[in-house]
Every structure is written in structure tokens, then in C-alpha cells.
């Protein structure tokens, strides 16, 4: 009888968890639009990395490192998360108590270190260079995160619901 019971009481807590990621209707076929924000959001950076800049808190200057190229795998996370932030009008690095790691380990990038940066406007769109510019001005990390000299690869996500443009870049040290 303590067998049986002990299987059920795992039944009921595995019935309540939280499957990470969480679903999200992803589409097949990225909007060409979306794509390339995606892509000017990324050569921004790359053109920041390879002048170095000076930001962050506090202010700091980041010499130039190598340029980050683009992942595919890092990409399907980044549009994921970015997808359901903007599908649940959400916005934080963890959503419905999945780290933004879940993400990328969804999309079978395999890491030894991680970082993301994330990006919210209401009303009008912001320029690739407007949004990275704002990371750069951040005194929460966004900047370092950019600059890093560890992240080898990174994806960029963008997603629009209504009034509500998201943007969200995953960074790789593969």
C-alpha cells in the first residue's frame, strides 16, 4: 500500500510542474521584417564590439573583441522566449518559472556559459541602433554582457504584439 501511494503522490506533483520551456506558437516561417531587426540588431553589435565603447555602471571602457557570429540554435531561443513575452505580455529573463537557459537548451545549443540581454518599448519601434544603444547605457549588465570577450556566438529574437516590441539577444561561448 505505501508503494502505491508514494507512485500517486509523484503522479499528483509531476501533473502540477512546470514544463520549461513553456509551450509557445512559434512561427514556421519567420516574418522577413522581424528577420532583419534580427540581423541590423546584430551588426550593431558587432560594430560596438569591434570599436569598443565605454558604458555600463560604472562607466567603463570595454576594448574592442572579436565580432560574435550568428547561431542558429541561439536564434530559435531568443525567438522563442521573445515569442512568449509577447504572446503572455510578459517581460523577465525568467517566464512562467523557466530560467532563459530552458530556451537555449531547447534548441540543443550546448554551452558552457550563457547570457542574455532583453528589450521592451511601448508605442513606437526602436532602430537596431537605438535599442543597443540603450543596453550600452544600462547600469544593470546589459552593456557587460555585450562587450564580453567570452561569448563566442549569439541569436537575436524580435516580436511585436500590438503596441509592444520585444527583443531579446542569447549569447554562446561556442
Request: net charge positive.
Amino acid at each position: 500500500m505505501r508503494v502505491v501511494l508514494l507512485f500517486l503522490l509523484a503522479l499528483a506533483a509531476d501533473r502540477g510542474a512546470v514544463a520549461c520551456p513553456p509551450e509557445v506558437a512559434v512561427p514556421d516561417r519567420w516574418p522577413r521584417a522581424s528577420a532583419r531587426v534580427e540581423d541590423d540588431v546584430l551588426a550593431v553589435i558587432n560594430g560596438y564590439r569591434g570599436r569598443g565603447v565605454s558604458g555600463g555602471a560604472p562607466r567603463t571602457r570595454w576594448p574592442p573583441v572579436r565580432p560574435l557570429k550568428s547561431n542558429d540554435k541561439l536564434r530559435r531561443a531568443a525567438r522563442g522566449h521573445t515569442t512568449y513575452m509577447a504572446a503572455f505580455r510578459t517581460f523577465d529573463h525568467t517566464v512562467a518559472g523557466c530560467r532563459f537557459s530552458t530556451w537555449i537548451n531547447a534548441a540543443g545549443y550546448r554551452w558552457g556559459s550563457i547570457g542574455e540581454n532583453i528589450a521592451l518599448r511601448h508605442g513606437r519601434t526602436l532602430t537596431a541602433l537605438e535599442v543597443v544603444q540603450e543596453w550600452l547605457v544600462s547600469r544593470d549588465g546589459h552593456c557587460e554582457a555585450l562587450m564580453d570577450p567570452k561569448w563566442r556566438s549569439a541569436g537575436v529574437g524580435y516580436a511585436r504584439a500590438g503596441n509592444r516590441h520585444l527583443w531579446t539577444v542569447d549569447f554562446g561561448d561556442r
